[in-house]
């Protein structure tokens, strides 16, 4: 057997085997470092998680954001965006009640080379947590005066609620409302309200939780006021021989609202005045209504405006003249010509001596087919009286009147087929 020789190593060797490992180190980092070189990306507007606190206890203190800088090669910063970044307070040092100073430690991302957090710690101050119970106080929507809505006695489902949160806060809460909202809605409905915790100045504490969170209820809605009806003033007399027919209010009535006693005991308004001095024919205003009885205000119309018509007729009686014939003028020449009716009721308003006076001669209805070709065509009548009669209507108040072309060397009366006429206009045209 051959005698082997021990291996042994002097100082030159072992000099030579460490230069040649930081060598490779050396030579791994920079090669590493071309091609995946280190980055720092500064993340500001990083919230502060709590963390967990003991059973009882509460931080009270408003957590500021912070500002994270992160250091680490570029395909891992590559990866991290601002919703990666998490902090959260260390509480493990809170035992009680008190202020502390917390150390703020990044959460995610745990993958960096370094990382820096400003502000690193946090003065927090710690308080017990405490419950409390409130009534619940109703808070009514404030109607603007022309709503016509108004909000009955509300049925909640609880009259009382639970506020859970830091003694100090709790503290502060001076009552508990529930504001509630109509919106639109004319009648009754049920809904659920966020009650809402306020201090004694008017502020609401959003930092303590109540229970329940909502609370449903039911809001009965009904109209307000009473409607009465509208007069009207009427001033002046109409011009001799002239009289006032009817009068008319739009609307007819109002919507009043004030003091219950008052609101029985009225039953109508009245108009500004009209005024018809010297009138011949009908009156129309927009006129205002006048104060209601004291306490009492108008819902609606909201600017407390009518329209008024005042109806004007000369004086007389009411007369119907039967069968009075119709007149067709301006028949083309080659046209025949039929009415139906041939004779219309004629109503008419006048003093009995003129109406007695009145002859066939005083009364006309015609109706003028000028420029019409052969068809058939619906016509009102014109009517003309004399100027002391005023016409009314007349019964019916549209006639039937048919042209067709006359047939040469026939006897009067025989109607040739409209076809071979001038195109005729459509069947039963009415007037232009």
């Known amino acids: 057997m051959a005698n082997r020789l021990p291996l042994t190593f002097g100082p030159g060797t072992v000099l030579r085997l460490l230069t040649s490992l930081v060598l490779a180190l050396l030579l791994w980092g920079w090669v590493t470092n071309v091609q995946d ?20 206890y509460e931080i009270v203190t408003a957590l500021p954001m912070a500002t994270v800088r992160l250091t680490g090669p570029s395909s891992v910063l590559a990866r991290i965006d601002q919703s990666n970044v998490k902090l959260q307070l260390s509480t493990d040092d809170i035992q009680g009640p008190g202020e502390y100073q917390l150390r703020v430690d990044l959460v995610e991302p745990d993958n960096v080379r370094e990382h820096e957090v400003t502000p ?16 619940l106080d109703y808070r009514l929507p404030e109607l603007p005066p022309e709503d016509t809505r108004q909000v009955g006695d509300l049925r909640p489902d609880v009259s009382e609620v639970t506020v859970s949160g830091a003694r100090s806060l709790v503290d502060r809460v001076a009552t508990v409302t529930l504001p509630i909202d109509i919106g639109e809605r004319s009648g009754d409905f049920r809904a ?4 809402r915790a306020i201090d004694s100045e008017g502020n609401e504490i959003r930092e303590v939780t109540i229970e329940p969170r909502s609370v449903p209820v039911l809001v009965p809605i009904s109209a307000r006021g009473k409607s009465v009806a509208v007069i009207t003033q009427v001033v002046g007399e109409p011009a001799e021989g002239y009289e006032v ?6 609307p007819a009535t109002i919507l009043v609202d004030g003091p219950r006693d008052v609101l029985e005991n009225t039953i109508s308004v009245s108009t500004g005045p009209v005024d018809i001095s010297g009138a011949t024919t009908n009156v129309a205003r927009r ?52 009415v139906s009716p041939a004779e219309l009721a004629l ?31 619906e016509r009102t009548p014109n009517v003309s009286l004399p100027p002391n009669v005023e016409w009314i209507t007349t019964e019916p108040s549209r006639v039937t009147v048919t042209l067709s072309a006359t047939v040469p060397g026939a006897s009067p009366g025989v109607q040739a087929p409209i076809a071979s006429a001038t195109p005729p206009a459509s069947p039963a045209a009415s007037d232009p």
């Open 37 to 56: 070189p280190e980055e720092t990306e500064v993340y500001a507007g990083i919230p502060i998680a709590e963390g967990t606190l003991p059973s009882g």
């Open 192 to 195: 659920a309200f966020e009650p």
């Open 347 to 377: 109503v008419v308003v006048a003093s009995e001596e003129e109406i007695a006076a009145l002859s066939r001669e005083d009364l006309k209805l015609q109706v003028d087919v000028s420029n019409l070709g052969p068809g058939t065509y």
């Open 287 to 338: 006129v205002q209504i006048e104060s209601p009885p004291a306490g009492l205000r108008i819902l609606e119309p909201s600017g407390g405006n009518v329209d008024v018509v005042v109806q004007i007729r000369r004086r007389g009686i009411q007369q119907s003249l039967p069968s009075q014939p119709v007149d067709v003028v301006g028949v083309a020449s080659g046209l025949q010509v039929t």
């Open 245 to 250: 027919v009817d009068r008319t209010v739009n």
């Open 120 to 135: 690193s710690e946090v003065a927090v101050n710690v308080e017990e947590t405490m419950t409390r119970l409130f009534p």
